[in-house]
């Protein structure tokens, strides 16, 4: 898609980075004990620690990628929502108080306090930096994604800058500037998406809801075989065909103008429908529908195709309340947009042609998840391995379990969970109205559905565009923040103490070496964050979920519940879950699409390994716990 960057965008973006490097020069003075900067000394209201929990946990998976997902996939995408929120439960339940009384900088302090092994800390601090790092590869994504509409640079250069800033962020004034940095954001985040949201429901729905919308072309034609043989539009002649599964497309030139069609054959007769193409030539240049990229021929997508309301069919709505709203897309029926890649004739083809869906079709699992019409056995255990993976692995986040150690007392750590809760859930709610008005007001770029919600608020005008979008990149920036300081406290207080067990370690050197692995957790994801462009965020993210539920949580709950628990146990558990989630992941469908592999020649069909590897780590623990004796009291 074509974004022209804007004067008002890059002042309001850089207003928020000079805000942010603020913060970080005036905190940087109160860090230089390893409590100050790894866990800002304790000293947090619960209040500011509760805005800034929502700041930490709202990324850009929960901003872009929630809302991209709903956008293009309805109620499957706000799942995801759902799985977020509901592992909180978790942590103000089972999770908060005991581990505020047990650690002091990491969640390895936890499980370390009872045993005083070595191994723990070393295994807990590995496992941190693989969830750290999964976890800060959606953030780069996001960050890459954002700077293009915004300042018009190319995706490495928004994913170098994030880095760039994370980096002076973390190695100047570790977690006081972090927390702050992420209080601002949340509540901003959180303020403006209500504006946003308002917006939509001002707006209600259109079957035209742009100035610009454009009507697809369709082509009446025959058919020999499977192939349509005449067109009875002049001047389009047929120039080749593509079939893939149960469609069928037909490539056409029309005064040197190559195109794309879906052909809906039946008997002898033919419909083409005009698809959105993307061509990837050898020269890198790449062509919508034949047009050359500087015709800037980009159609907005995503728009109602009927819209029912109170049994009557009309074109506008005007403004909705929030429950009329969801009720009148229910009732209606929306044109969304499917992929189908290829390659052809040495040029990759990507394909978007439109599908026209039921509002009740949106409203339940099935369009992502085959849940239902057309699941099978691996679907369904797919689905509900990500919903374990999104339950149990929020209170085995590295980044956020740390943030328990920045209050002053366990009564306040509970309290700042309660508050979180009740932020992060209404942002939730907003995300379904985002999601849903991103899917019909046709605003759509289908190369990138983390670009929903900004793309959604630039239709209501270039201020709220610019707003929210420099809020989502200071919400990437609070995020992989706390994720880098979550990293380097596992290498500096962690993974050091185990390996150098008995001899003392300066407090000043401790914060030598996090500042050294921030710099370099930082270099790791830059590099994968341009690696993995275009993959939607959460998705990526349930990766890092389903990393920390299989390697952490079970040794948390069971470290804390089971008095037969054995450091050894503590140890495999970990090392167990987390290697083989991570074979699951690589082997994984998804991954081999990026290796540039056929997905179907997976030998794991799982998308999130949860399902398996939370099982595997609980059995470990119990098994090696058993054989290696009683904890010690």
Not at 24 to 52: D, E, H, L
Not at 123 to 143: D, E, K, N, R
């Amino acid at each position: 898609m074509i974004y022209t960057p804007s004067i008002l965008a890059t002042i309001i973006f850089s207003l928020i980075v000079i805000t942010v490097l603020g913060i970080s020069v005036y905190f940087s003075r109160q860090s230089a004990s390893s409590k100050g900067y790894f866990a800002a000394g304790g000293t947090i209201p619960w209040t500011v620690n509760g805005v800034a929990f929502a700041g930490d946990y709202l990324s850009a998976a929960s901003f872009l990628g929630i809302c991209g997902m709903i956008a293009v996939a309805g109620y499957d995408g706000f799942l995801y929502s759902i799985g977020y929120l509901a592992g909180w439960i978790v942590a103000l339940f089972v999770i908060a108080e005991p581990l505020k009384r047990l650690g002091k900088y990491t969640f390895a302090d936890a499980l370390d306090s009872k045993f005083n092994y070595p191994g723990i800390r070393l295994m807990a601090g590995i496992s941190t930096l693989v969830v750290s790092v999964f976890y800060l590869i959606p953030q780069m994504v996001g960050a890459g994604a954002l700077v293009t509409p915004l300042l018009g640079f190319p995706h490495y250069v928004g994913v170098i800058g994030v880095g760039a800033i994370v980096i002076f962020i973390v190695a100047t004034a570790g977690m006081k500037a972090t927390t702050y940095v992420q209080f601002i954001k949340g509540a901003l985040l959180i303020v403006f998406s209500l504006v946003l949201v308002i917006s939509i429901l001002n707006k209600g729905v259109s079957t035209h809801p742009t100035d610009d919308y454009h009507e697809f072309i369709r082509l009446d034609g025959t058919v020999t075989g499977s192939v349509v043989t005449s067109i009875e539009t002049s001047g389009y002649v047929i120039t080749g065909e593509y079939s893939s599964g149960d469609k069928t497309f037909i490539r056409t030139e029309k005064e040197g103008v190559e195109r794309w069609w879906d052909a809906q054959i039946d008997g002898v007769s033919a419909t083409l429908l005009e698809t959105l193409t993307v061509t990837q030539k050898a020269d890198s240049e790449i062509l919508y529908n034949g047009e050359p990229k500087e015709a800037e021929a980009f159609y907005p997508v995503g728009h109602m195709n009927k819209i029912i309301v109170d049994g009557e069919e009309v074109e506008d709505t005007g403004a909705l309340g929030p429950f009329k709203y969801i009720e009148t897309l229910e009732d209606s029926e929306v044109v969304r947009f499917s992929k189908t890649s290829f390659s052809y004739e040495g040029d990759s083809i990507s394909l978007w042609s439109q599908e026209i869906t039921s509002g009740s079709e949106l409203m339940r699992p099935g369009l992502k998840f085959k849940v239902d019409k057309g699941s099978t056995p691996l679907s369904k255990m797919n689905f509900v391995s990500l919903m374990l993976a999104l339950f149990f692995g929020t209170s085995a986040l590295p980044h956020v379990l740390i943030r328990y150690y920045t209050v002053p007392s366990p009564k306040d750590a509970r309290k700042s969970t309660i508050l979180a809760i009740t932020a992060i859930g209404f942002f939730y709610i907003l995300t379904m109205y985002i999601g849903f008005g991103a899917m019909v007001n046709g605003v759509l770029d289908v190369q990138s559905s983390n670009m929903s919600a900004p793309l959604l608020a630039k239709s209501f005008g270039l201020f709220l565009f610019s707003v929210i979008s420099a809020i989502a990149f200071a919400t990437v920036l609070g995020t992989v923040s706390g994720l880098i300081v979550a990293a380097s406290g596992a290498v500096a207080h962690d993974m050091m103490s185990s390996l150098f067990k008995g001899k003392e370690i300066s407090d000043s050197t401790r914060v030598v070496i996090g500042k050294i692995s921030a710099i370099t957790v930082g270099g790791i994801a830059i590099v994968l964050g341009i690696l993995f462009k275009g993959m939607n965020v959460s998705f990526l993210v349930g990766w890092a979920f389903a990393i920390a539920a299989s390697a952490n949580f079970p040794a948390i709950i069971m470290m804390l519940f089971w008095k037969r628990t054995t450091a050894k146990g503590i140890v495999a558990s970990i090392f167990v879950g987390m290697v083989s989630s991570l074979i699951i992941i690589l082997l994984s469908p998804s991954m081999l699409d990026k290796y540039g592999m056929a997905a179907d020649k997976a030998l794991i069909g799982l998308d999130n390994p949860a399902i398996i590897s939370i099982p595997l780590s609980f059995l470990t623990l119990i098994v090696v716990s058993l054989i290696t004796g009683k904890r010690k009291s």
